[in-house]
């Protein structure tokens, strides 16, 4: 008897096959495919594996082809697979043919039909705008797309619907959604892919609930359907200074505590020499601070010197006090840092550098010693400045995008100061990740004319926007949760190319494709481009 095991989309069973009848099945390879039907019947004992979905019954063929031969894959296709990603993404054909790599692809699916479903049910229509838009930076490096019916000039490769979707808010459609895909010439980092999706969501007549409860219901939605489990609403809201001051970052992590604390006026009158003159003075307090050794506090310090600061101190209370610090503490100190038995104390001090560095070495311990909790912990984040300064060039740009309309208190400042005004403008945030971005919009030309003209920005671009607010542009706002993200993040991996079908590398190439490529000579000249 040849036992086979067969895989389709479902699962893997054993086929038992008589050679006498089907000679031919002496000859499988892996990765062949055939056909075969027969009897369903249950293992003899002994022989059941419990391992196995399918591991107590097995097929007994009667019926049986060859399909197509397979070459010998390049790597085993298996589920602990060996090869290396390179190679995987080589034959992406067969790396998706793993059982966890089609469960997180039929995931995304599951997780993308519960987010029509939900926004169906509130009478959105999901409309398709255009791919080839024309370039109007939104904030990242556009993909250009030459002309060849009008050489030298170019069609860009649309960041995301913005505009599009504002323009169908003043056609009248009232709700709309996408699965829209935003492709920006960024440069490569981590966990960014040159072309990403979101589920793109603008409404007419609404305000910064309405957004909020809308996102929040359709969270509540998706984490039922494909996980089965219940979120709290409503999420909670963190203004983005108290973010930044009290977690460093403008997406704070909730699945711990370990706020950054104000050591400033418990250590104020101890007039210890490195404190001296510094703005701020803010720290951690690690309840589980035994877990982190004398080598570690090197490299933190180390850290915190590349950070641009001064370095850290720190103080361990166990029986004594032990550390850096240590002398400057005592019952007093002690008592308001609320400095408890086998809590460690990390101290850094200088601007406002200390928050993003604390922030990020919060992050770095809670993992070392393991303490998330379980589940997720959604969040927004609001009130963040309409504008930044970009630290490449010096210039104001929008901190989201220039669409933003600034929170009404603050108007008066917009022309003299205006990094000092706040947008209408929110972040949802979840175990750390920024999720979604969205702001309540300008439906009045002459506020977003200004607002172009603070950035520096040519309104040309903008014109079939700009002409559009002239004409009876109902009040709107919306938000863009990025898909790949959230089921990366629901399905609980760690890299958004686990969750696409045909990724590109970190370094934005696409290695089943082979791109990008050079193209050939007759393609140029039909473009009218030369190189150099
Ligand atoms: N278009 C924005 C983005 O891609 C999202 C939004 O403001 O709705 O980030």
Redesign the pocket.
Known sequence: MIFVDLRDRTGVLQLVIDPQKFPEAGSLGLQDCLYAAGVLKERPDGQKNPKMVTGGVEMHVERFELLAKSKVPPFVVESDVKASEELRLRYRYLDLRRAPVQKSIIFRHKVISAMREYLNGYDFIEIETPILTRSMP?GARDYLVPSRLYPGKFYALA????MY?QLLMVAGFERYYQIAR?MRDEDPRHDRQPEHT?I???MSFVDEDDVFGLTEGMFVHIVKTVLNQELKIPFPRLPYEQSIRRYGTDKPDLRFGMEIINVKEALEEKDFPPFRDKGEIRGLMIDEGGGISRKRLDEINEQAKNAGLIGVFWAKREEKYSGSIAKLLDENTAAKLRFERGNLLIVTAGDDKVFPFLGQLRNELAAELNLHEPGFRFLWVTDFPIFEVDEKTGRLVPS??I?TQPQAEDLKYLEKEPLTVHGRLYDLVCNGNELA???IRNHNRQLQEKLFAIAGMAKKKYTMLLDALEYGAPPHG???PGIDRIVMILAGLKSLRDVIAFPKTTTAQGLLEGIPDAVSPEQLRELKIKFD
């Open positions: 939104e960041q995301s619907p913005q979707k935003c979101q793109d969501i603008e989201h995008h669409f971005s969205g702001s919306g938000i863009a």
